[in-house]
């Protein structure tokens, strides 16, 4: 195969690729059943005068399905990361008992599952608005390549069977993740 066509093959796969690990990384922070410490990842910490992340300041840590526990390594930050959870807005109520901060993770309603569901799906619709992207701009490319015709049009059904793969592999995510945000 022509390296020129290799290469947009290579970049567009690398693409697709990223498109799910946003895709996962974005899935993460949607909340299933049960507590984990990645639904605190988006709070940011006043720490001397910068933003920082929680995890950066303090232990996170889930003992039980329905608790998370964060553990500052200074005292002294502990009115500081209560402010910063309530102000993520996640709907959490952080109790400080003085020596560490208790969220008490509520059971998810059957409406808010079916939010959170809905979410996923518009998560899982971004990515693979970002696979066919991928694709428009390999095919632009390969058009543009001065290989023969036939060359280009075999590079093109590549592209699409790489396409196809993608979103199949974004499908399958989505199912297993409708299916965690579902079970009660």
Same mark, same amino acid.
């Given at each position: 195969?022509?390296?020129?066509?290799?290469?947009?093959?290579?970049?567009? @796969?690398?693409?697709? !690729?990223?498109?799910?690990?946003?895709?996962?990384?974005?899935?993460?922070?949607?909340?299933?059943?049960?507590?984990?410490?990645?639904?605190?990842?988006?709070?940011?910490?006043?720490?001397?005068?910068?933003? &920082?992340?929680? !995890?950066? /300041?303090?232990?996170?840590? &889930?003992?039980?399905?329905? &608790?998370?526990?964060?553990?500052?390594? %200074?005292?002294?930050?502990?009115? %500081?990361?209560?402010?910063?959870?309530?102000?993520?807005?996640? =709907?959490?109520?952080?109790?400080?008992? =003085? %020596?560490?901060?208790?969220?008490? /993770?509520?059971?998810?309603?059957? %409406?808010?599952?079916?939010?959170?569901?809905?979410?996923?799906?518009?998560?899982?619709?971004?990515?693979? *608005?970002? *696979?066919?992207?991928?694709?428009?701009?390999?095919?632009?490319?390969?058009? @543009?390549?001065?290989?023969?015709?036939?060359?280009?049009?075999?590079?093109?059904?590549?592209?699409?069977?790489?396409?196809?793969?993608?979103?199949? @592999?974004?499908?399958?995510?989505?199912? *297993?993740?409708?299916?965690?945000?579902?079970?009660?």
């Amino acid at each position: 195969m022509n390296e020129e066509i290799q290469f947009i093959l290579d970049t567009a @796969k690398e693409a697709m !690729s990223n498109a799910i690990g946003h895709l996962e990384k974005e899935l993460l922070s949607i909340r299933a059943g049960k507590a984990t410490p990645s639904m605190l990842s988006s709070v940011m910490v006043e720490y001397y005068g910068s933003q &920082t992340p929680l !995890s950066q /300041v303090a232990n996170v840590n &889930t003992p039980d399905a329905r &608790t998370i526990s964060i553990q500052p390594w %200074e005292k002294s930050m502990l009115q %500081e990361i209560e402010r910063a959870i309530m102000v993520a807005n996640l =709907g959490f109520n952080p109790m400080n008992n =003085g %020596e560490s901060i208790i969220i008490n /993770v509520p059971p998810l309603t059957e %409406e808010r599952r079916k939010e959170l569901a809905k979410q996923a799906k518009a998560e899982v619709e971004d990515a693979k *608005v970002s *696979v066919r992207t991928a694709r428009k701009d390999a095919n632009n490319d390969i058009k @543009k390549t001065d290989v023969s015709e036939d060359v280009q049009k075999n590079a093109e059904i590549d592209v699409q069977d790489l396409t196809d793969s993608y979103v199949k @592999k974004i499908d399958d995510i989505y199912v *297993v993740k409708e299916k965690e945000i579902m079970t009660v």
